[in-house]
Structure formats: C-alpha cells, structure tokens
C-alpha cells in the first residue's frame, strides 16, 4: 500500500476501500510476525471474523478498532477527530475583549469603610 502516494477516495466503491482496509491489517499483521489466530485471539475475536476483515468484507466497526488496538494502529484514526477553528475576526474581537486593567469593585471599598460592631 506505501507504493500508493495518493487514491482517490471518491472514485472508490465502499468494497473497494473495505479491500484497500483489509490490505492494511493484513500487511501490518505480518510486519508484526503475527498469525492470524495470535492476532484474533489478542484482539478478542474469531479467526474467520480477522479472515473477512483482511479480505475486504463486512465486519463491525468495533472489530475493527479491537485489530487497529492490538496492531498498535490507533492512531490512523487521528483523521477522525473533529478540531475547532476560531476565526481570525473572532479571535480579535475576543483580544480586545480581554481585561487590560484591573480595578476595585464598589463591594471592596464598602468593605474597607464599613466598622465593626464590636
């Protein structure tokens, strides 16, 4: 799979890019000197369900994540996480909102006047 620089996600059928991910597994498997039974077994599932994921058929997502686990693999789902951007005007509109100067309220000076009872 490294000899591809780019694919085109798009023009790629669901069975495909299942087969591209069932690629995947199996190539870091055995760059990892795994059989599929270790591999299965490790990661809590049959054989047969690792032999369908390798070969680019339909298994749940959650088998999925278990190999990636096992594989040392997590973090090929970073393309997931959803990250926040501020906008520039934003981002100054909320600087120029930032305290530049502190003060004493009104309820500090009362308090320093008021005297006690005793």
């Given at each position: 799979m490294s000899d591809n620089s780019y694919i085109n996600w798009d023009a790629q059928s669901d069975q495909?890019?299942?087969k591209i991910i069932g690629a995947y597994i199996k190539e870091n498997r055995l760059n990892q000197n795994k059989t599929q039974e270790e591999l299965a077994t490790a990661a809590g599932i049959s054989r047969s369900t690792l032999s369908l994921l390798e070969r680019g058929q339909k298994v749940n997502l959650s088998t999925l994540i278990q190999?990636?686990?096992i594989l040392g693999l997590l973090y090929t789902l970073q393309s997931f996480v959803v990250q926040r951007q501020i906008s520039p005007m934003l981002l100054a509109e909320m600087d120029m909102k930032?305290?530049?100067?502190s003060?004493?309220?009104a309820s500090d000076?009362?308090?320093k006047e008021k005297k006690s009872d005793w």
């Open positions: 495909a890019i299942s190999v990636l686990r930032k305290r530049k100067r003060r004493k309220s000076n009362s308090k």
